[in-house]
């Protein structure tokens, strides 16, 4: 059964399954979907064309679904969608899409927002990211699964942070971040890779090195990009773990960070 404070304010046209607990104060929209199992603690606004899975939970101050702050939205119904078993901190802001854009703002499950984080519109979020306090993302930000993402974090609009990739505290990205590597600095280079964070995730020794010496031939081989990037293509036939690298630098579209 759901428990709902009564100073809550939920439209009639907001749908709630069972099992959500609705805290005091809350304000929830016509267009609101809340799945079994998620939680709002007090003053959580949530509006737009909301769908919030299973089993998250939202603190105090957040507002989910906000309008993009973009000059060129108009008002069209654009979506924000969040998976299942994510945890959102106080005064987190994450916005709808765009009509500019395929008009959806998606964040995938088990994720952990920190407190005072802004998602801005037409931002993809994969599976167990960590985004750690005031972390900021522009419009249209793609962020792979496994991702961490330091304090301050800035990450430029259109930019994407592929799987397993993490930021230092106060990184400001301005282009994209290729998988497993470790961005520091303003603006934001290379500084190594995830390592510690591919242990924590079953990755065995070999596989670290064979990513290791991946980023070296990227990064530290006096070789032009292109002729560093047909090496690792060449590498993943027999090293499978490198094929993100490959996978990566096709979709990137606005150039990985030297």
């Known amino acids: 059964m759901s428990k709902i404070h009564p100073s809550a304010i939920i439209h009639d046209g907001a749908m709630l399954a069972d099992n959500v607990e609705i805290g005091p104060y809350c304000v929830i929209g016509e267009h609101v979907s809340i799945g079994s199992g998620t939680r709002l603690e007090a003053h959580v606004v949530v509006a737009g064309h909301t769908r919030i899975g299973s089993n998250n939970r939202i603190y105090s101050f957040a507002s989910i679904g906000c309008d993009p702050q973009d000059k060129k939205y108009a008002g069209e119904p654009t979506q924000l969608l969040i998976g299942d078993g994510n945890t959102i901190f106080q005064s987190v802001t994450i916005s709808t899409g765009t009509a500019q854009d395929e008009g959806v703002t998606q964040i995938g499950n088990d994720n952990w927002i920190m407190a005072y984080v802004h998602i801005a519109h037409d931002c993809k979020i994969g599976n167990h990211t960590i985004f750690a306090n005031n972390t900021t993302l522009a419009g249209h930000v793609d962020i792979g699964d ?20 993490m930021t230092a505290f106060t990184a ?13 600095g303003n603006r934001a280079v290379p500084n190594g890779i995830n390592s510690e964070g591919l242990k924590r995730r079953g990755f065995s020794s070999e596989q670290i090195t064979n990513i290791k010496r991946a980023y070296k031939t990227l990064y530290r081989k006096s070789i032009p990009f292109v002729d560093a990037r047909q090496m690792l293509e060449e590498q993943c036939l027999t090293q499978p773990e490198l094929q993100p690298f490959v996978d ?8 990985i960070i030297r």
Not at 172 to 184: I, M
């Open 172 to 184: 400001a990205v301005a282009q994209d971040v290729p998988p497993f590597v470790l961005a520091a």
């Open 146 to 165: 496994w991702v961490i993402l330091g304090g301050f974090t800035t990450v430029h609009q259109f930019c994407k942070i592929a799987p397993h990739a």
């Open 248 to 255: 990566f630098f096709a979709a990137s579209t606005r150039g």
